[in-house]
Nanobody, 123 residues
């Protein structure tokens, strides 16, 4: 199984910054797409940003110009740099990764999620 662990969440004042990390571990052959999602109380989970294996990126409109997604393929780690944070960015942030893994001599696709990290923007 491929495991994803997020870190870096916390409490920050409006206008502040945070950087989230997502580290993948397991019998990974390759990771293709990776993404950050968030879920605020009473709302559905939504896509924040995605990054492909070729470093192509897409962002949800409300975070464009404020959030930057990146990845370090050598470390199987993805990041989300968040600046100019707003109260409406408050949510649990989840990372997702897709790719190929090796298990028992066979190769499988995987689509894994992290456990989530809380980001709270409040004065």
């Amino acid at each position: 199984q491929v495991r994803l662990v997020e870190s870096g969440g916390g409490l920050v004042q409006p206008g502040g910054s945070l950087t989230l990390s997502c580290a993948a571990s397991g019998s990974i052959i390759t990771i293709t797409d990776m993404g950050w999602y968030r879920q605020a109380p009473g709302r559905q989970r939504e896509l924040v940003a995605i990054i492909t294996s070729g470093d192509n990126t897409q962002y949800e409109d409300s975070v464009k110009g404020r959030f930057t997604i990146s990845r370090d393929n050598a470390k199987n780690t993805m990041y989300l740099q968040m600046v100019s944070l707003k109260p409406e960015d408050t949510a649990v942030y989840y990372c997702n990764a897709q790719g190929l893994q090796k298990n028992g001599g066979l190769i499988y696709t995987f689509d894994s999620w992290g456990q989530g990290t809380q980001v709270t923007v409040s004065s």
